[in-house]
């Protein structure tokens, strides 16, 4: 097991609404990625945050947002929810800086949009 | 776009028998390859790691092989278990330090057969 915890562990949500997904990183780790999982599928990049900025993006819309907070943990923002938008949002940790540094995966938000 | 993906998206082995998963990556440029293992209702965890300036890898019973005139990787585990079974993915991480977004494949789902 990590030391990376998420919460909630399942969220459901309907189309229209705002969520947000927090997660602890694990101690002595500074940067926070989240990638996105849909079912069947390898997880994609979403943003990282390093030093409570963001540290690079992938190709997500802006109404996907983030913030990390000075104990390293951070929140995902998704607003105005879609229905592609149900995936299993994963939050991972590194020490950051380095490059090709390991990253430790939580077990993920499962959020469900009906 | 560049991607990494896999040959078989299944595979069946017998218990205690060596298996073979491999994974092609199309981004030249990429400089760290990494193996994860996802179980069910769990995040991605590391498996074995190797970076482009080598050719092969080993740890406990696992062994990365690259081959970069190809662009191929393949994950071998030695005497399987049946805790072996779950989805394995081959990431990648481009020559651009400081940033760990990582590149995911789509995943082979191994299973053991006792």
């Known amino acids: 097991e990590t030391g990376v915890t998420q919460s909630p562990t399942h969220l459901i949500k309907t189309r229209g609404q705002q969520v947000t997904l927090r997660c602890s990183s694990q101690?002595?780790?500074?940067?926070v990625s989240w990638y996105q999982q849909a079912l069947g599928q390898g997880p994609q990049f979403i943003f990282q945050?390093?030093?409570?900025?963001?540290?690079g993006r992938g190709n997500f819309p802006p109404r996907f947002s983030g913030l990390q907070f000075p104990n390293y943990s951070s929140e995902l923002n998704v607003n105005a929810l879609e229905l592609d938008d149900s995936a299993l949002y994963l939050c991972?940790?590194?020490?950051?800086?380095?490059?090709?540094?390991?990253?430790?995966f939580g077990s993920g938000t499962q959020l469900s949009v009906l | 776009g560049e991607s990494v993906g896999l040959h078989l998206p299944t595979l069946s082995v017998q218990e205690g028998d060596n298996s073979i998963i491999n994974c092609a990556y199309s981004?030249?440029?990429?400089?760290?390859f990494i193996w994860y293992k996802q179980e069910s209702g769990k995040g991605p965890q590391f498996i074995i790691d190797?970076?482009?300036?080598?050719d092969k890898r080993q740890g406990q019973r696992v062994t990365v092989l690259l081959n970069k005139t190809v662009k191929h990787l393949s994950l071998q585990i030695a005497a399987t278990q049946p805790g072996d079974s779950a989805v394995y993915f081959c990431?990648?991480?481009?020559?651009?330090?400081?940033?760990?977004?990582?590149?995911f494949g789509t995943g082979t789902r191994l299973t053991i057969i006792p």
């Open positions: 945050y390093y030093r409570e900025e963001e540290n």
């Open positions: 101690s002595g780790h500074n940067t």
């Open positions: 990431a990648e991480i481009p020559s651009n330090f400081g940033n760990e977004k990582l590149t």
């Open positions: 981004n030249s440029a990429s400089d760290y």
């Open positions: 190797i970076r482009s300036n080598m």
């Open positions: 991972a940790s590194s020490r950051g800086g380095q490059g090709s540094e390991k990253l430790f």
